[in-house]
């Protein structure tokens, strides 16, 4: 269902429709989850809890990550309206968001006293940098969703430090193809980079 | 690796960027490997249900729906009204459609919570264009919710408006303005405006001129029964 209404109550509250840029039309899903449709919200958790839950573990531990995996979805869908598809990825707006959230818990617990040893749960928290640690989760994600030739040559060119030539030789393909695989697949990285830096605090 | 990436790109900008993935990629791959409680989505739902019935309840959130009391306020209200700013109007414009949405989408995607009380398919006086009028009723509010398909002005005009008319004697009841000629408009009912009273759906063009009430222009009008 498409809903494409404003409407407003009082009478002297005219309100042109708001222009926004038009969401991939390849994504049905983002573009239903922005106008508000909550089976759309159901499909963006079911597409993403897995990545978020993940990364809420790593930085605030198992015990606290379920409640703040939770406040980023609804984070999320209250601001689902400042979502822009033109200026990034939604993985990436909600790995942006999933950091800040993380961030706010990690500090919510610092400020909080008299934590038993056993209530602590710094000792199962395996990663300190909710920063660095939500971009390489957040990029990991991404190249899984990169056309099977350009992930792996991607790996290579930055997990394994090949240079495009010696890609092309491991991969039997043309340097050319090397590069513009490697070049497109850095683009659609991007984009997930740019949606995390334009999530909202 | 500076060099490969020099190779991919003469942009400054995209280079920094490029750069930055680099960098991150550098660190290797950390993927995704807890799956959240298996009743973690119920409490999500829950929490957007709490959300759509307290928005709607307006007990405290600024984008209550406008009482008809207020609503007949004075021109200086009105102009301040007007006044108030593009942003918390946008907002509230947003949070009413979620309003709506809230209680409308989410119980017909639950299959329950919701009754249909009334519709009509609305009949063209001037213009061109179609539309169908429901009046859906939940637990929390009545909402009126318009279907509209190539909405077309007779005379220039700036923008359309919906209202809810008394048979007898005109009187008609501002719900809201809009722009778009496709598409569904919904709106949830302010306390005390009754659709036994103000049975007829009205969707008139209108002038940005400064006059709030009916244009006398309507492009279709239908009874809801």
């Known amino acids: 269902m498409s809903v494409v209404a404003f409407a407003v109550a009082a009478p002297d509250r005219y309100i042109r429709a708001v222009d926004r840029a038009p969401a991939p039309p390849d ?55 400042r979502f822009d598809p033109g200026q990034g990825t939604l993985t990436g707006w909600l790995m942006g968001i999933a950091r800040f959230k993380a961030i706010d818990a990690t500090r919510a617990r610092a400020r909080r006293p008299e934590i038993s040893d056993e209530q602590a749960p710094e000792a199962s928290v395996e ?3 909710p920063d660095d640690t939500a971009l390489r989760m957040l990029l990991t994600e991404a190249l899984q969703q990169l056309p099977d030739r350009a992930r792996r040559m991607v790996e290579l060119a930055f997990f394994e430090d090949l240079t495009h030539t010696e890609i092309a030789e491991r991969t039997n393909q ?9 070049r497109r697949g850095l683009e659609r990285l991007r984009r997930n980079m740019e949606g995390f830096d334009a999530a909202p605090a | 690796m500076r060099h490969q990436l020099d190779d991919l790109t003469d942009d400054v900008e995209e280079l920094r960027e490029f ?12 993927s995704a490997t807890d799956d959240p409680p298996a009743d973690l989505w119920d409490r999500i739902a829950a929490a957007v249900d709490a959300d759509s019935a307290r928005t709607g309840a307006g007990a405290s959130t600024p984008a209550t729906v406008t009482s008809l009391a207020d609503r007949r306020g ?18 509230a414009a947003a949070v009413l459609v979620v309003v709506a949405l ?15 009380v009334a519709s009509s398919d609305l009949a063209l006086l001037a213009g061109g264009g179609s539309a169908r009028a429901e009046l859906v ?17 007779a005379e220039r005009s700036d923008f359309f408006e919906l209202w809810l008319l008394d048979p007898a004697n005109g009187n008609p009841q501002p719900l809201a303005k809009f722009e778009q000629s496709d598409g569904v408009v919904e709106v949830v009912l302010p306390p005390g405006l009754s659709t036994s009273e103000f049975p007829v759906v009205d969707i008139s063009e209108e002038l940005d001129d400064g006059d ?14």
């Open chain 1, 27 to 81: 994504d049905p899903v983002t573009s239903a989850f922005v106008s508000g449709d909550e089976r759309a919200l159901r499909a963006v958790y079911d597409a993403h809890s897995r990545l978020v839950h993940s990364y809420c573990r790593r930085v605030v531990g198992p015990d606290a990550a379920a409640d703040v995996t939770q406040e980023v979805f609804l984070a999320a869908w209250r601001s689902r309206e």
């Open chain 1, 127 to 129: 990663d300190r940098d």
């Open chain 1, 174 to 182: 043309p340097l050319g193809t090397v590069k513009s695989d490697i």
């Open chain 2, 19 to 30: 750069e930055r993935i680099a960098g991150v990629l550098a660190a290797g791959p950390l």
């Open chain 2, 74 to 91: 004075t021109d200086d209200d009105r102009r301040r009204t007007a006044r108030a700013g593009r942003l918390v109007l946008a907002a």
């Open chain 2, 102 to 116: 809230g209680a409308v989408l989410f119980q017909r995607a639950s299959g329950g919570g919701t009754e249909l």
């Open chain 2, 137 to 153: 009723r939940s637990d929390d509010d009545t909402v009126l919710r318009v279907d509209l398909s190539g909405l077309t002005p």
């Open chain 2, 212 to 225: 709030a009430s009916h244009s006398g222009k309507s492009i279709l009008r239908g009874e809801l029964a």
